[in-house]
């Protein structure tokens, strides 16, 4: 694993990372890889290390998406609460690798669970933030028809995160889906009224506008790069950057 490189202080001090749980499954079809998983929070262990702020939201795209469970028949609502309860259980099984780890963690969820996470509470959240504990939001924004893409980017302008970290399956933003078209070309950077008139799917829309009306830069990179996460963190040029262009 790459090691922090002498004399390189990270660029933030808080940062809103997304993890990707359609990639938590490595090469298998559904579920969680302890691989991918352990690898990842020993990632993540390395920049609460280094003195940065991690909070965390997990998505469930491994598990369940209400999108695809109503295209074969489930009315969508159901769907939508099946796919939070699945960022439940990422969030719990990564909390409980970030603690095997030493990584003091807690979850939060947007839809009440006594005895099994803490509820979301926006300052307690920055208060254990503050404390150098992960915090891993879990349950989307508690909402169905919206997605952990906007749930990552609602919390990270919530507890004043410096940037959202998109980390996924592909190293940036392409001119088409990169799976799909194998010409597609990658930016480096992007404003997000690009993103949006080019209508590029790596993240839905409604997470575009809201970090565009709150000025939150977001970075999308490969999760599956080893190394990748410390490099963004301290100032690197990995994957694609969203961000308003300054004029002046
Ligand atoms: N223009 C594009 N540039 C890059 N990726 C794109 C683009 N359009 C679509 N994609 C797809 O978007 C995917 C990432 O978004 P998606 O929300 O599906 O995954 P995720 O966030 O990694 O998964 P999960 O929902 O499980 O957390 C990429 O894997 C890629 O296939
Ligand atoms: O605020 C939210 C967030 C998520 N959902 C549902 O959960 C799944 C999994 O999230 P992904 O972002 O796709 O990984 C999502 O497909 C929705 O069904 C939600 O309803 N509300």
Known sequence: MTQPEAGRQPRYKRILLKLSGEALMG??????????LNRMALEVGQLVGIGVQVGLVIGGGNLF?????????????????????????NALAMRDALERSNIPALVMSAISMVG????????????????????????????PFFTTDSAACLRGIEVNANVVLKATKVDGVYTADPFKNPDAEKFDRLTYDEV????????????????????????VFNMNKPGALLNVVLGGAE???????DND
Do not use: W
């Open 116 to 143: 099994v996470t803490d509820h979301y509470d926006r300052r307690k959240a920055m208060e254990h933030l503050r404390k150098g504990q992960v915090v891993i939001f879990s349950a989307g924004t508690g909402n």
């Open 65 to 89: 998406r209400g999108a695809a469970l109503s295209a074969v028949g489930m009315d969508r609502v159901t769907g939508d609460h099946m796919g939070m309860l699945a960022t439940v259980m």
């Open 196 to 219: 949006l008139a080019r209508q590029l799917e790596v993240m839905d829309l409604t997470a575009i506008c809201l970090c565009r009306d709150h000025k939150m830069p977001l970075r």
């Open 27 to 36: 090469s298998e079809n559904f579920g969680i890889d302890p691989k991918v």
């Open 239 to 245: 994957g694609t950057l969203i961000e308003e262009v």
